[in-house]
């Protein structure tokens, strides 16, 4: 499952992004992976790990949420 969203350009500030993923371990748990930052630069990457694919989803759907909330606009989502 993976999300990409992007802040609307302006002259004012640059393009930001958000890469939200979520990847089952080999152990059964599941890692949300956020990589956000300016496009065309390098991002910063945060992982957390759910112990169930619920609890992950429920946090990828509140990060999500969150971000629209802050102007984010979805560009891409794959699997969900």
């Not at 991002?43 to 759910?50: A, I, M, P, T, V």
Request: proline share 2%; net charge positive; charged share 30%.
């Amino acid at each position: 499952m993976r999300i990409f969203m992007q802040t609307q350009p302006n002259e004012e500030a640059p393009i930001r992004f958000v890469q939200l993923h979520l990847q089952q371990d080999l152990l059964g748990g599941w890692m949300l992976i956020r990589e956000s930052g300016i496009q065309g630069m390098r991002g910063q990457l945060k992982r957390e790990y759910f112990e169930n694919r619920e609890d992950a989803e429920d946090a990828l759907g509140a990060l999500k949420d969150k971000q629209i909330r802050k102007g984010f606009r979805i560009v891409y989502r794959e699997g969900c």
